[in-house]
């Protein structure tokens, strides 16, 4: 059980970055049972991740990210 | 510069270039004006350095419950609708400008290119534990920043 707001702010991130496991899903859903502010945070970031991807934004990716990125890929930056 | 020691910083910065430099400087304005010049391009370096730390540090103290849950009862339940409205959209693009590079390349490789945690931390090498946290205040800035300019639109700030 979760009994702990450090405990809490944990599963909510893995729970956000589809990282989690069994035991927590279940974990997570008997707390959202008797939690309705988690309930309203994970609604809301998702609704906010949706908007960033389907908007259309400009967003600089930082200098230096995108050498690395072909690298890890195995790809020729062009 | 806001204290004496940050002026003896640039005080010093500015000769050392002078030195350096010296070679450099062809005689088309008085020689006051291009130390001043000097002088000023450090005094700004220096703000600006200082300013992203104390941007960075604001980062690392966001947390889950920054922003209470009757803020968040300003969340509609549609909230698409309002994100048709240019200055939503610019208040999220805004959001996005401000994150510091280290949590703005997590949000992009993460949530915006769909890479694996595990892949974001080999990107950018850091480990997975940090990409999760970077992403989750990213996530949480961006939330709350939507947040806060409801709470604008709904006390009608914008006048409109």
């Known amino acids: 059980m979760v ?4 405990r809490l702010s944990e ?11 069994n035991n927590m899903v279940q974990e997570l859903a008997d ?38 990125l072909f690298e890890v890929l195995g790809l020729d930056q062009e | 510069m806001q204290n004496e020691e940050d002026a003896e910083d640039v ?17 088309k304005s008085s020689l006051y004006t291009w130390l001043y010049r000097v002088a000023t391009n450090v005094a700004l370096g220096k703000l600006r350095k200082k300013k992203n730390i104390n941007d960075s540090m604001s980062f690392d103290k966001i947390e889950f419950e920054n922003i209470s849950s009757l803020e968040l009862a300003d969340w ?6 309002k994100f048709d409205t240019e200055e939503f959209h610019k208040c999220l693009q805004r959001a996005m400008d401000e994150l510091p ?46 947040v806060y300019h409801l709470k604008c639109v709904n006390r009608g700030d914008y006048g409109g």
């Open chain 2, 11 to 27: 005080l010093q910065e500015t000769f050392i270039i002078m030195l350096n430099k010296l070679d450099t400087f062809e005689g």
């Open chain 2, 101 to 146: 590079d280290h949590y703005r390349a997590v949000f992009i490789l993460r949530d915006l290119e769909g890479h694996s945690t595990r892949n974001t931390s080999k990107i950018l090498e850091i480990s997975e534990a940090n990409v999760k946290v970077r992403l989750m205040r990213a996530r949480l800035y961006l939330r709350d920043q939507l």
């Open chain 1, 3 to 6: 009994d702990n707001k450090k």
């Open chain 1, 31 to 68: 707390y959202i049972k008797k939690c309705e502010d988690c309930k309203m945070d994970i609604d809301t970031i998702q609704q906010t991740i949706k908007l960033a991807r389907t908007g259309d934004f400009e967003v600089l990716i930082p200098q230096g990210v995108s050498k690395r």
């Open chain 2, 76 to 81: 509609p339940d549609h909230l698409e609708e």
């Open chain 1, 11 to 21: 599963i909510l991130t893995n729970k956000l970055s589809e990282d989690i496991d």
